[in-house]
């Protein structure tokens, strides 16, 4: 279904039954990276949605973290849900955190996985880039995501999907080029160090040890800001596999119950 905000039409899926959990990706993801959300999360209602700039959302010209922020609000809305618990993966917990920051009574709790309070240097050197070059035809989609896919997994995931005689996955369908970039400079536009939600809103940052796209540094940070609880995940990089801390997230959603 979609949820609309002014003149922006954001897909969103619903599956599922119980508290919400509502999951927003990083950049360069769809609503597709939480596919296996209802098998991990039985008892619960998963909620995603794809951002501006990617997926079946339908938007124009240049936008904001606040403009997704708030596209995840309008999606809570169309979907009658007073408040939820939420997961934001990378560029998806900035969205959460900004969105919790103006709207503090819509969240239950937060979960952010590779979180920060500013992208690394390195990381927006990388990043525009490949996407600068992509716009300009210098480059095509697969090149972009092997380059991400390098910095984002494990050497142990390569060294398992070696073994098993395949290549790291790749995105099935073609993306806009412009939607990715202006993804990218959403977040670097934004003053993440002002984006501090509130202490009534539970939190946890969960980090991968290996993560070389935004190091542990920047997790630990975030949660010594937040007055969060940490956990850092020692086999883990950037893009951590949901079942990696379903079980960690879901015992602390339970600390937050409805009431």
Known sequence: MYAENGETRIYCESKGDGEAILFISGLGADHGFWSRSTELFPGYRSVSMDNRGIGNTVSSGAFSISD?????????DALDLDRVHVIGWSMGSIIARKAATVHPD???????????????????????????????????????????????LTEARFRRYESQ??????????????????????????DLCDVQV?????????????????????GRRTAVAMGAEYVELPDQGHRIPLSAYSQIADRFFRTHPAG
């Open 106 to 152: 819509r969240f239950r709790d937060m979960v952010l996985v590779g979180s920060y309070l500013e992208r690394p240097a390195r990381t927006r050197y990388l990043l525009r880039g490949l996407f600068d070059s992509l716009c300009e035809g210098r480059t095509d989609q697969n090149t972009v995501f092997r380059t991400i896919n390098a910095f984002c």
């Open 68 to 76: 997704m922020a708030e596209d995840a609000i309008a999606v809570m």
């Open 165 to 190: 005689g395949r290549d790291a996955p790749l995105p099935s369908e073609m993306f806009d080029p412009e939607g990715l970039r202006m993804q990218m400079e959403a977040g670097d536009s934004e």
């Open 198 to 218: 509130p202490r009534s809103v539970p939190a946890l940052v969960i980090h991968g040890a290996q993560d070389i796209m935004v190091p542990p540094s920047e």
